[in-house]
């Protein structure tokens, strides 16, 4: 008997990604923050937050709202 695998469409990452740049962790991120200077790092911490909210919100719009994941 030939199983074959559930057939559905694939999703595609919405969030675009630049090949200008390296792609650190979340900790190196948060490491490169907290080397700047105090008044610095209160506006990058924010960015940093907006900018994952905002992925976040991404993926909750246009990957997890899929019928396949319903």
């Known amino acids: 008997m030939n199983k074959s695998k559930p057939s ?12 200008l740049y390296v792609t650190p962790s979340l900790q190196q991120v948060q ?26 919100q991404l993926v909750e719009d246009e990957i997890l709202s899929k019928e396949i994941f319903l």
């Open 31 to 56: 490491e490169f923050i907290s080397a700047l200077p105090l008044r610095e790092q209160a506006n990058a911490n924010i960015v940093l937050m907006f900018t994952l909210n905002a992925c976040h």
């Open 8 to 19: 559905y469409n694939t999703v595609e990452n919405p969030i675009p990604n630049s090949k």
